[in-house]
């Protein structure tokens, strides 16, 4: 992927963002959502073309993230609680998966780490918030293990976390 398309994705991803969130703080939810799905699609092909990406310096895993994350929100303010789960989740997937890929820079590895984190926060707020069951296939890898770590840290008074 040339230089010139990865810039047009990264401009394509930042305005359905900057669209998406104009309706969403509108409180025009369907309006927001072809929007937001947009931008998950465009940060879906950055994710793919990681390595291309990752020499022109782009924000990758948060643009990922920001993506994955207000699509999910949208679902949660339509009350499509399966939609909303299901964004949260395979944004947590593909987080963990781009982190691990990530050998050679230990920056950008540290930041789909951090991204990842975010992302399963956001997931378990998401399931405790709606009462939506974590998917029992989750047992079967390690991020099932991390989040209910994460989840366990998240409900310790502040006074044990530091």
């Known amino acids: ?32 959502y072809p929007h937001y799905m947009d931008a998950v699609v465009v940060s879906d092909v950055l994710i793919e073309n990681v390595t291309t990406s990752l020499q022109h310096s782009l924000r990758v895993p948060g643009m990922y993230y920001t993506a994955c994350v207000n699509l999910a929100n949208n679902y949660l303010h339509l009350k499509d609680f399966e939609n909303a789960s299901a964004y949260f989740l ?10 691990d890929k990530l050998v050679a820079d230990s920056s950008l590895k540290e930041s789909a780490i951090i991204y990842w984190q975010k992302a399963v926060k956001q997931y378990m707020e998401f399931a405790d918030k709606t009462g939506t069951p974590i998917p029992a296939d989750l047992d079967e890898d390690e991020t099932y293990v991390q989040l209910q770590k994460l989840k366990n840290l998240f409900t310790l008074p502040k006074e044990k976390m530091n």
């Not at 047009?8 to 963002?17: C, F, V």
């Not at 395979?90 to 982190?99: D, E, I, R």
Request: aromatic share 14%; hydrophobic share 35%.
């Open 90 to 99: 395979y944004c947590t997937y593909k987080l963990k998966m781009l982190a």
């Open 1 to 32: 992927m040339s230089l010139s398309q990865l810039q047009q994705l990264e401009s394509t991803w930042e305005t359905e963002t900057q669209i998406g969130n104009s309706y969403f703080q509108s409180l025009i939810f369907s309006k927001a």
